[in-house]
């Protein structure tokens, strides 16, 4: 008999569960109720004015940010979803304080989800690509009730992360330690086809992303980086580099994994308390999961982003991923500026 031409998820995902055995029925019904409910955050995206779903909630987060309509209802999608499947021990977010525990009437599973309902929430109300970032871990041996320090797990020990794009398409991309592979939404079907598999970061690139309006923050070694590329031709580098922002890590980092480039959201020095705007646990810990997975490398400018020991769940951390050629050439000169 020959193969369809259609893989769905769940099609995937249990042919990822008979031949390679690294995933098991929990973890495969997590990934599909996480897939659901990216389903519904995309067709709440796509209603925009329509759904009422634009503008500000009025609230903050525990970042002190102000939380748009859409984080709040995102966060509620994926807690409502996530709550009564028995796969989850407790989840955490960047919209809520502290971690939520799995209310006692649902049985409680082995796993700890984490994540970033809405990534990119000052491009709602302008109609551009947002999206949702997501990270697994296994809830520790012997612990019944998940607090805070259950979630503090380094990178390496993720059991699967990835994230919805809520674009002119709704691409899900997902890593369970075995290579990287793309969904795209079937908007007619409901469902989410694979389109990508394997995919793979180039190791060159000729394309950075950056928030340029922060320069005069940066410490000398990113400064270095940046002038460098921007010498273009008659430069160090001796080639041109372009430059593309979208402002929602999702975008860039998904832009990045289809044709390479480098992402960077520096620590500066405009408020020393703070060592970087993107937050390990549900930014920078999947996406260099997902970026490692697809040959790419991700740092913090001086060490490996999976190799930290989160100290706490809202943890920011300095961000440099993509393209390892790049990452490697910036993360040395913060190096050398520190020798
Ligand atoms: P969030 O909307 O989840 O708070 O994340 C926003 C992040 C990230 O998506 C993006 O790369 C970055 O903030 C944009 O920062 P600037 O506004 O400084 O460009
Ligand atoms: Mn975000
Ligand atoms: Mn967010």
Sequence with gaps: MSSPSKVSLSRFLIEQQRQHGHINADLRLLIEVVARACKRISIAVGKGALGGVLGSAGTENVQGETQKKLDVLSNEILLEANEWGGHLAALASEEMDDPHPIPNRYPKGEYLLVFDPLDGSSNIDVNISVGTIFSVLRCPDGVKDPGETAFLQRGTRQVAAGYAVYGSSTVLVLTLGDGVHSFTLDREQGSFILTGSNLQIPADTGEFAINMSNLRHWEAPMRRYIEELLAG??????????????????????????????????????????????????????????????????????????????????????VFLGSRNEVERVTAYHREADA
């Design 233 to 318: 031709k008659t430069g160090p580098r001796g080639r041109d580099f372009n430059m593309r922002w979208v402002a929602s890590m999702v975008a860039d980092v998904h832009r990045i994994l289809t044709r390479g480039g480098i992402f960077i959201y520096p620590r500066d020095l405009k408020d020393p308390a703070k060592p970087g705007k993107l937050r390990l646990m549900y930014e920078a810990n999947p996406m260099a999961f997902i970026v490692e997975q697809a040959g790419g490398a991700a740092t913090t400018g001086r060490e490996r982003i999976l190799d930290l020991q989160p100290t706490t769940l809202h943890q920011r951390v300095p």
